[in-house]
Nanobody, 120 residues
Framework: QVQLVEFGGGLVQSGGSLRLSCVAS????????MAWYRQAPGKQRELVAI???????AYADSAKGRFTISRDNTKNTVYLEMNSLKFEDTAVYYC??????????????WGQGTQVTVSS
């Protein structure tokens, strides 16, 4: 069993910054792709940013130039640095990871989510 736990959400004013962290723990053989998604009220969950094990990055258009995803493979942790936050960034942010729990078993996991609220 693998757990993903997010940290760092909260209330911030428009234009402010937040840093989210997500730590993976449990039966981990290796971690491949790690990503951040978000879901605003009444909307579908959407990809924000993704980082592969070798460090390849990709961002949603809404995140480009403002958000930075990074990971520390020694700590099984992925980060999301969010700057110049806007009201429309308000959402629950979820961590996601493809985890190898044995040499042959690859499973996708989700964190429980952390609320980010940006006041206008």
């Amino acid at each position: 069993q693998v757990q993903l736990v997010e940290f760092g959400g909260g209330l911030v004013q428009s234009g402010g910054s937040l840093r989210l962290s997500c730590v993976a723990s449990g039966k981990i053989f290796d971690i491949y792709t790690m990503a951040w998604y978000r879901q605003a009220p009444g909307k579908q969950r959407e990809l924000v940013a993704i980082v592969s094990k070798d460090g390849t990055l990709a961002y949603a258009d809404s995140a480009k130039g403002r958000f930075t995803i990074s990971r520390d493979n020694t700590k099984n942790t992925v980060y999301l640095e969010m700057n110049s936050l806007k009201f429309e960034d308000t959402a629950v942010y979820y961590c996601n990871a493809d985890v190898l729990t044995s040499i042959t078993q690859l499973t996708n996991y989700w964190g429980q989510g952390t609320q980010v609220t940006v006041s206008s």
